[in-house]
T-cell receptor, first 114, second 107 residues
Framework: DGGITQSPKYLFRKEGQNVTLSCEQNLNHDAMYWYRQDPGQGLRLIYY???????QKGDIAEGYSVSREKKESFPLTVTSAQKNPTAFYLC?????????????FGSGTRLTVV | GIQVEQSPPDLILQEGANSTLRCNFSDSVNNLQWFHQNPWGQLINLFY???GTKQNGRLSATTVATERYSLLYISSSQTTDSGVYFC?????????FGAGTQVVVTP
């Protein structure tokens, strides 16, 4: 079945460390996105990529970095510059046709700073 | 950017009840979607509904684009309907989310 796979589901990071969250899709979607969700809040866009080798900052990009070397993969690195990284991270991909603009989300990664 | 406001923020329903969730947006959009996030965090796309009305089982949605709002109807609610319902609109190629409505359906 086609879908988006995020790994790991749970991640613990020590302060000052960089960590990388994986996101892989086999839907052949061109666009991919990373969102952050804090408890009781909606999703906020970190980075997005509409094509391979190109990506754009979202609303809260500071302290994060991404790469898009392959269509299927869009890893997110949470750097030590991100002061409050504990959150739920969701990856998504999208396809746009004449009658639909569908987004598919992964199951998320819960990152905790210890 | 586009502002997306959802109401009510919280909703407690008894199983079998009907309810309406509302989404207001600040600017004209040509794309609006409703999502359901289950208690485990998984987001499921319910409707792509830039205008008009759509139905899927016990759920239906209506968007009145000219008046900048959308409604999600849940009929004969079940405990599996619990979770957070998000409205999201596309602005500048990016999906912008509202804060969501937390729905709890009690047996």
């Amino acid at each position: 079945d086609g879908g988006i796979t995020q790994s790991p589901k749970y991640l613990f990071r020590k302060e000052g460390q960089n960590v990388t969250l994986s996101c892989e899709q086999n839907l052949n979607h061109d666009a991919m996105y990373w969102y952050r969700q804090d408890p009781g809040q909606g999703l906020r866009l970190i980075y997005y990529s509409q094509i391979v080798n190109d990506f754009q900052k979202g609303d809260i990009a500071e302290g994060y970095s991404v790469s898009r070397e392959k269509k299927e993969s869009f890893p997110l690195t949470v750097t030590s510059a991100q002061k409050n990284p504990t959150a739920f991270y969701l990856c998504a991909s999208s396809i746009r046709t004449a009658t639909n603009y569908g987004y598919t989300f992964g199951s998320g990664t819960r990152l905790t700073v210890v | 950017g586009i502002q997306v406001e959802q109401s009510p923020p919280d909703l407690i329903l008894q199983e079998g009840a009907n309810s309406t969730l509302r989404c207001n947006f600040s600017d004209s959009v040509n794309n609006l979607q409703w999502f359901h996030q289950n208690p485990w965090g998984q987001l499921i796309n319910l409707f792509y509904i830039p205008s008009g009305t759509k139905q899927n089982g016990r759920l239906s949605a209506t968007t009145v684009a000219t008046e900048r709002y959308s409604l999600l109807y849940i009929s004969s609610s079940q405990t599996t309907d619990s979770g957070v319902y998000f409205c999201a609109v596309v602005g500048w190629g990016k999906l912008q989310f509202g804060a969501g409505t937390q729905v709890v359906v009690t047996p």
